[in-house]
């Protein structure tokens, strides 16, 4: 669908499960060579591993933990080393990290959402740059980040979730200040937001919270990383997208508030 995705090189944080897992299946069978990442090589990361093989895909696994400037830098590195270039980066490891009311909230709490959803974002972006710029400059064609925000980044998520919902409105709104410096050297960046998607991210929530929330969307259930990952493509693909930056593409399912 987006042929000029054959031979991008690509690399997708926090990729082992859930929407990271299925935008990296879905840049493979486009033909892109992918860097899958996630903190742990665990059983998710060796099956992944496993499928990619099977069908073939160009693509290579790095254990780093995001939540450490220095494993940014490493990864990026690690990437642009073993493939030469980076084309793509899809910023897409994040996390609730704890769900506690204001007023339980500890330094250690907010130090772990905030380094969780935004120091991994700003800081691989940070060392993505100079990588991203020359493969515009050499292609002649916009390089793109994309990064994975939420609809808790507009409606200020559930309850207990006001460090996650508020690290990805500071995450929407870092994209946007990013368009005015960035894009003198042809690069876009764009954020996905979903809405609730059924991941491992709401392990916590039983059968009859999960049916409530279904009850606040417009299609009367949560959606699936699959249905996730085309955004992602979109947004990658210079001949798709590439007049398209500064935006934040919601799917959904047409929820309000969740
Ligand atoms: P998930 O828990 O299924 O997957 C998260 C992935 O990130 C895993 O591969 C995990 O290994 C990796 N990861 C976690 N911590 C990491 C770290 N420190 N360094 C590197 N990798 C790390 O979650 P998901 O639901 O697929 O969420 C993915 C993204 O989507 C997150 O940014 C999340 O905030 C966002 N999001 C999810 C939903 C949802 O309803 N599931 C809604 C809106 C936004």
Not at 140 to 158: D, L, N, W
Request: with cysteine.
């Amino acid at each position: 669908m987006f042929a000029d995705l054959n031979d991008k090189t690509v690399l997708i944080t926090g990729s082992t499960k859930g929407i990271g897992r299925a935008a990296a299946v879905a840049f493979a069978r486009q033909g892109a060579i992918v860097g899958i990442n996630s903190s742990q090589k665990d059983s998710a990361a060796e099956e992944l591993i496993a499928q990619l093989e099977s069908e073939g895909a160009r693509f290579a696994y790095y254990e780093r933990d995001l939540t450490k400037s220095g494993e940014c830098e490493t990864l990026v590195n690690e990437f642009v080393d073993q493939f030469g270039s980076l084309d793509v980066l899809v910023n897409n490891a994040g996390g609730l990290g704890v769900r506690k009311g204001l007023e339980s909230l500890e330094d250690d709490d907010f130090n772990l959402v905030m380094d969780l959803n935004l120091r991994s974002v700003i800081m691989t972006t940070r060392f993505a740059m100079p990588h991203l710029k020359a493969s515009a400059e050499k292609r002649g064609e916009t390089a793109s980040v994309i990064s994975t925000g939420s609809i808790a980044g507009r409606e200020g998520g559930g309850l207990g979730a006001s460090l996650y919902g508020g690290s990805k409105a500071m995450l929407h709104n870092l994209h946007r200040n990013w368009v005015k410096e960035f894009t003198k050297d042809n690069v876009r960046f764009n954020i996905v937001a979903p809405g609730t998607i059924d991941t491992a991210f709401h392990a916590d929530k039983s059968a009859e919270v999960k049916e409530k929330i279904a009850s606040t969307i417009a299609m009367g259930r949560l959606g699936t990383s699959e249905e996730v990952a085309p955004s992602f493509l979109f947004l990658a693909s210079h001949a798709a997208s590439g007049y398209i930056t500064g935006q934040v593409i919601d799917v959904n399912g047409g929820q309000m508030c969740p």
